[in-house]
Nanobody
Framework: VQLVESGGGLVQAGGSLRLSCAASERTFSSYTMGWFRQPPGKEREFVAAIIKYGYYADSVKGRFTISRDNAKNTVYLQMNSLKPEDTAVYYC?????????????????WGQGTQVTVSS
């Protein structure tokens, strides 16, 4: 499965961005899709995931929304009310339907990442 992220960029605090992740796999709908991020100098961390319903890290709950379009083999991350601490490289990942959504090791496929920078 190849994953290609897009939509990152520079935004002011309080602004919004929408990330997209396009997958090459025809059985896309059977995968758990996740978004993770790696802030500068820190470890990669869970942001959100979806198989049928979204599941979120506490730090983004109420601000970020994950969704998927199985007809387009694409998963999205709508990010609102962005904060400087949201600055990170954001990665899309795909794992089996049985994956524990927040566990990095459960995901088999990863994109190259897209930079999100939030200025104060």
């Amino acid at each position: 499965v190849q994953l290609v992220e897009s939509g990152g960029g520079l935004v002011q605090a309080g602004g919004s961005l929408r990330l997209s992740c396009a997958a090459s796999e025809r059985t896309f709908s059977s995968y758990t899709m996740g978004w993770f991020r790696q802030p500068p100098g820190k470890e990669r961390e869970f942001v959100a995931a979806i198989i049928k319903y979204g599941y979120y890290a506490d730090s983004v709950k109420g601000r970020f929304t994950i969704s998927r379009d199985n007809a387009k083999n694409t998963v999205y991350l709508q990010m609102n009310s962005l904060k400087p601490e949201d600055t990170a490289v954001y990665y899309c990942a795909a794992g089996p339907a049985t994956a524990t959504m927040s566990r990095i090791m459960e995901y088999d496929y990863w994109g190259q990442g897209t930079q999100v920078t939030v200025s104060s």
